[in-house]
């Protein structure tokens, strides 16, 4: 019975990540009249979607451009901000309900590490999962679930982690129309830098935690 848990829970993730890959995503257009429809709603039904998209695989770039489109690059990020960090906590909260007591049974050596660089370093590692593109975005929200990170740590450091990424997805929503223009180019030159400067930051993080063993 308590490996019923994590069972569940990879049987969750696979058939969102599955589903999400079946169903029609709506296009800019679709989104645009989702959003004129909503009325003065419209932030509030807008911050739900990235919430509730953010828990079943809907793909984060999609809505953080969709935000700079919709909204502007100023106002479109905060909302999708809020929506993704919500919906970070969405999957965080079911994911450590499922499978975390179980999982910590089962750490290697090397799983160990970087439970501890969650355990003593939450905000830091939470940080160093949004700044690498590699990553996706909601299997890491499951996956810091199971982990000993605290989960106002999480949030915050999910939080803050996601402002560069998702003002330059806005940027480029916002860009759309012209992708070749300086901005769009900086944009995408400065994604390039904060992936580089994850990998960085993780490495020394997990060397940190391995010589503290």
Same mark, same amino acid.
């Given at each position: 019975? $308590?490996?019923?848990?994590? =069972?569940?829970?990879?049987? %969750?993730?696979?058939?969102?990540?599955?589903?999400?890959?079946?169903?029609?995503?709506?296009?800019?257009?679709?989104?645009?009249?989702? !959003?004129?429809?909503?009325?003065?709603? @419209?932030?509030?039904?807008?911050? @739900? !979607?990235?919430?509730?998209?953010?828990?079943?695989?809907?793909?984060?770039?999609?809505?953080?451009?969709?935000?700079?489109?919709?909204?502007g690059v100023g106002w479109g990020s905060a909302l999708a901000i809020a929506g993704f960090?919500?919906?970070?906590? =969405?999957?965080?909260?079911?994911?450590?309900?499922?499978?975390?007591?179980? !999982?910590?049974?089962?750490?290697?050596?090397?799983?160990?590490?970087?439970e501890r660089v969650f355990a003593r370093r939450g905000i830091e590692a939470t940080l160093?999962?949004?700044?690498?593109?590699?990553?996706?975005?909601?299997?890491?929200?499951?996956?810091?679930?199971?982990?000993?990170?605290?989960?106002?740590?999480?949030? %915050?450091?999910?939080?803050?982690?996601? !402002?560069?990424?998702?003002?330059?997805?806005?940027?480029?929503?916002?860009?759309?129309?012209?992708?070749?223009?300086?901005?769009? =180019?900086?944009?995408? @030159? =400065?994604?390039?830098?904060?992936?580089?400067?994850?990998?960085?930051?993780?490495?020394?993080?997990?060397?940190?935690?391995? $010589?503290?063993?």
């Amino acid at each position: 019975m $308590r490996r019923a848990g994590p =069972i569940l829970l990879v049987l %969750l993730v696979v058939a969102l990540a599955v589903a999400a890959q079946l169903v029609d995503l709506p296009d800019g257009t679709q989104l645009r009249a989702l !959003v004129d429809g909503a009325g003065n709603a @419209a932030p509030f039904a807008f911050v @739900a !979607v990235c919430a509730l998209g953010t828990a079943v695989f809907f793909p984060k770039p999609v809505l953080a451009t969709a935000a700079g489109l919709l909204f502007g690059v100023g106002w479109g990020s905060a909302l999708a901000i809020a929506g993704f960090t919500a919906g970070a906590m =969405i999957a965080f909260t079911i994911a450590r309900g499922l499978g975390r007591d179980t !999982v910590k049974g089962w750490l290697g050596e090397r799983l160990a590490v970087l439970e501890r660089v969650f355990a003593r370093r939450g905000i830091e590692a939470t940080l160093v999962l949004r700044l690498l593109p590699v990553l996706p975005f909601t299997l890491a929200n499951y996956g810091a679930g199971v982990t000993s990170v605290k989960g106002r740590h999480f949030a %915050l450091g999910t939080a803050l982690g996601l !402002v560069p990424s998702t003002v330059l997805a806005a940027v480029l929503g916002d860009a759309l129309s012209d992708l070749g223009s300086p901005r769009s =180019i900086a944009a995408l @030159a =400065i994604w390039a830098v904060l992936a580089a400067v994850g990998l960085w930051w993780g490495r020394n993080l997990i060397t940190a935690a391995a $010589r503290a063993s």
